[in-house]
């Protein structure tokens, strides 16, 4: 299949129109008029993953974080980033991300994270409006009364985390609105708790964020970051399966714990 008709399938369903203003989504190396038979799905393009690609023949790696963000003034083997660059060119490797277009989406990583956590009919948090359809930046589900301790051990479970960091005042706290916000959502807390949420599940939360959202009882589960997006897979997995052939590559968490 040629990279510019994979291209528009891929746009038809996930725009990048719906991408946050920010964010740099789309074809980010390549050459629209190559052949591509061979597709590899990770979180982040890493050397690691570039090799795997080169050793399996791959045409294109499909992202969901962008390899490049900022401007490039230089692309020489001095840098990391540009030894990536470098090698995907040499060996004819395109790279697409898809990022906060992904998030977002109707059928995309917020309404899935959801849906992994068997949640239904979600409010959107960050509401926008893309040719008649509703799309934005996470959800808010109100579900059947919940003590917080088994909510924490239900998306444990449910998302096959081993450890996750809970901020809160009260374990036997019942939970009736959750809201959920992929990779770094702590920028939605007070979003969230106007919308009726008693807790965001999100990830990379930092100290003071926590201590902010705790003295005003907004309770907080932070997943991680990959946690949270590592079934971003799942999603074009399914998608694509008739169009391509598709390997996954998961390199595991950055982050360790011992």
């Known amino acids: 299949m040629i990279l510019k008709k994979l291209i528009k399938v891929l746009e038809e369903r996930f725009p990048k129109e719906m991408a946050e203003s920010w964010d740099n989504v789309g074809l980010l190396v390549g050459d629209m008029n190559w052949e591509v038979k061979r597709v590899m799905l990770t979180l982040d393009c890493t050397e690691e993953a570039i090799e795997k690609a080169i050793e399996e023949g791959v045409d ?29 060119v040499e060996n004819k490797i395109g790279l697409y991300s898809m990022h906060t277009n992904l998030d977002s989406n109707p ?45 924490v051990g239900k998306v444990k479970k449910d ?27 702590m920028s939605y807390w007070r979003a969230s708790k106007k919308m009726g949420a008693d807790i ?34 799942d999603i074009l997995n399914e998608f694509l399966y008739n169009y391509v052939e598709i390997i996954n590559f998961d390199r595991g968490p950055v982050f360790k714990t011992y």
């Open 107 to 151: 059928e995309g990583l917020n309404e899935y994270f959801g849906k992994k956590l068997g949640f239904i009919q979600g409010k959107i948090i960050e509401e926008n409006i893309y040719k008649d359809n509703s799309y934005g930046i996470g959800r808010v589900y109100k579900i059947e009364n919940i003590p917080l301790e088994k909510l």
């Open 200 to 233: 965001l599940i999100t990830g990379d939360v930092r100290y003071h964020e926590a201590l902010d959202a705790l003295e005003e009882n907004m309770d907080i589960i932070d997943i991680g970051h990959y946690e949270g997006e590592k079934i971003f897979v």
């Open 60 to 88: 294109l790696i499909i992202t969901h974080h962008p390899l490049i963000f900022s401007p490039i003034k230089t692309i020489t083997t001095n840098t990391i980033l540009g030894k990536k660059i470098l090698k995907l």
């Open 159 to 185: 998302l096959n985390i081993d450890k996750v960091r809970v901020v809160t005042n009260d374990l036997n706290k019942e939970i009736k609105k959750v809201a959920l916000v992929n990779g770094s959502g």
